[in-house]
């Protein structure tokens, strides 16, 4: 009885010790499989806004105004740009 009890530990214990390793790999693996679909989905979803942007660009003259003024600073021939700077206040 005893014989048997220590022969299936022993035996318990190899398939654990073979098996384990590929396991666990195979989860970590599916981890990173995981990060990389969501990944995937958010470069997706930016690809998706910079196409919506370009074209905005290419077709919409307004739009590419707005642009050139709010990032670049541009301005009309005639027009006179005023920068508002906040008042900086004193620490003591």
């Not at 195979?26 to 919506?52: G, P, T």
Request: hydrophobic share 40%.
């Amino acid at each position: 009885m005893v014989k048997n009890a220590l022969s299936l530990f022993i035996i318990t214990v190899i398939i654990v010790a073979v098996f384990l390793p590929p396991y666990t790999k195979m989860q970590d693996l599916k981890q990173k499989n995981q990060e990389f679909a969501q990944r995937i989905v958010q470069l997706e979803a930016k690809n998706k806004k910079m196409q919506e942007e370009e074209r905005l660009l290419q077709t919409d003259p307004e739009y590419l105004e707005k642009v050139g003024r709010e990032k670049m600073g541009l301005i009309r021939q005639g027009e006179t740009m005023y920068k508002i700077v906040p008042a900086q206040t004193e620490k003591k």
